[in-house]
Nanobody, 121 residues
Framework: QVQLAESGGELVQAGGSLRLSCAAS????????MGWFRQAPGKEREFVAA????????HYADSVKGRFTISRNNAQNTVYLQINSLKPEDTAVYYC??????????????WGQGTQVAVSS
């Protein structure tokens, strides 16, 4: 059974930083591209970032470029999202996801339950 477990979300002040983690189990982690999405209150879930299985290629939403960094550790089956210069509009539930065959805009196969990030102004 595939499980993706996010952690690291919390209440922070604007301008602060967070690192979200997502621990994967039940799949051959290095064979999957990993992504982060977020869903703000009253809005649809949106793509944030993705990292290919080779660790080298990454893809970001325009809205987060320069502030968010996705990375992964294949030995620890974990993907990370470093968020800097947090803004109130970054408040959302952040989800990680896994895709066996990924290209920008394609669907992800597995999803985590999410971790809440709240940014106060």
């Amino acid at each position: 059974q595939v499980q993706l477990a996010e952690s690291g979300g919390e209440l922070v002040q604007a301008g602060g930083s967070l690192r979200l983690s997502c621990a994967a189990s039940g799949l051959s982690f290095s064979d999957y591209a990993m992504g982060w999405f977020r869903q703000a209150p009253g809005k649809e879930r949106e793509f944030v970032a993705a990292i290919y299985r080779n660790v080298i290629w990454t893809h970001y939403a325009d809205s987060v470029k320069g502030r968010f960094t996705i990375s992964r550790n294949n030995a620890q089956n974990t993907v990370y999202l470093q968020i800097n210069s947090l803004k109130p509009e970054d408040t959302a539930v952040y989800y990680c996801a896994a895709a066996r065959n990924y290209s920008p805009g394609s669907a992800f196969d597995y999803w985590g339950q999410g971790t809440q990030v709240a940014v106060s102004s």
